[in-house]
């Protein structure tokens, strides 16, 4: 059985959807699987051993779906669900299941601030798309597997960081899922842990500005090395701190201590780290903490997020406790010491 999956972005919705791919694989030896993504995400899943294919969408679609239809699928299963996957869906004519995006309960929960949705990660419902091929969670959680050749050396990092470092993801998609440059400050002085930040070139120049507190103690690194060199700083961090981020889903592949930063959107739609069992409300993982200013008459206002501030004010970043902050990564970083 042939059976094509389907992501095309972002970093992490495609890390989220890596349990889906261990099901089938584990639980169905007889299926060959295929994944579909953009070409410029093919680091995240390069290394995946339970992918058989890899299909990179380029500029042309066109030129996509002809190179699908020679693979003579069984089954599709879109996590992606958009025009360019009903486009391709319809062009190869087989039997094909989506996941369930639950727009309408999205628009009640950001404009009327009414919370329909259910108490799950998205993980769920993209498992759910499976069902046709009989697999279960087997609730291991997510994936993110690293080549060899991508580790750094000690001489890539300050020694001053050799023997372990918080991990600050300071980047993120949109203006309104970032907390600010000065909360970060105001946090990292208030822990005596060496610090990495982590982000994009585009975040440099932010980075720059927030190392400046103390270039001992911060080391700036956005944009200064690859995304799984990035991930390989977060595979040996002590602690992560991060906005609602790619990096975020990867910290939770490795099992990290995360403490989850949320500004205009809400892990209630399910994108919070993700252990392979937990919640939100139910079971919650014991190493993840989600920061969020819940009580704000506004929150969420997106469910992606926005360049500036609707309302001008950014409250919903601009009150996190970095106290609170603080205290839950000395306690994260207290608990990783050896006994």
């Given at each position: ?100 995006k ?26 759910e ?73 585009e ?37 992560i ?30 994108m ?13 993982a ?5 920061l969020?200013n ?18 001008g ?27």
């Amino acid at each position: 059985m042939k059976v094509l999956v389907i992501r095309f972005s972002s970093i992490g919705d495609i890390v989220l959807t890596t349990p889906v791919l261990r099901c089938i694989k584990q639980q169905r030896p007889d299926v060959q699987l295929h994944f579909a993504t953009k070409a410029s995400f093919r680091p995240v899943m390069a290394n995946n051993p339970y992918v058989d294919k890899f299909h990179y969408l380029e500029e042309d679609l066109d030129a996509l779906i002809d190179e699908l239809k020679q693979e003579k699928f069984d089954l599709v299963i879109d996590l992606h669900r958009n025009i360019r996957t009903l486009r391709i869906k319809r062009k190869l004519k087989v039997k094909h299941r989506s996941y369930n995006k639950l727009n309408i309960r999205k628009w009640i929960l950001v404009n009327l601030k009414w919370n329909l949705m259910p108490d799950k990660s998205i993980v769920e419902r993209y498992l759910e798309a499976a069902n046709p091929l009989g697999i279960k969670n087997d609730g291991q959680g997510l994936d993110y597997f690293l080549h060899p050749h991508t580790a750094l050396k000690n001489s890539d990092l300050p020694m001053s960081h050799w023997a372990g470092y918080v991990g600050c993801v300071i980047g993120g998609s949109y203006f309104t899922k970032k907390l600010p440059a000065d909360k970060w400050k105001e946090f990292i002085s208030k822990i005596p842990y060496p610090v990495i930040l982590m982000g994009g070139p585009e975040d440099s120049a932010e980075g720059k500005e927030i190392a400046a507190l103390d270039p001992v103690k911060i080391y700036n690194a956005c944009g200064k090395f690859s995304l799984n060199e990035s991930a390989w700083m977060v595979k040996y961090a002590r602690v992560i701190v991060s906005n609602d981020t790619g990096l975020m889903h990867v910290a939770a592949a490795y099992k990290k201590p995360v403490i989850s930063l949320w500004g205009n959107t809400s892990p209630e739609m399910g994108m919070f780290p993700y252990y392979g069992y937990n919640n939100i409300k139910g079971t919650i993982a014991p190493n993840s903490i989600i920061l969020e200013n819940k009580d704000l008459y506004c929150h969420p206002c997106s469910k992606i997020g926005y360049a500036k501030c609707p309302k001008g004010h950014f409250r919903c970043m601009r009150e996190l406790d970095m106290n609170e902050l603080a205290k839950n990564v000395i306690k994260f970083w207290s608990d990783a010491q050896p006994k």
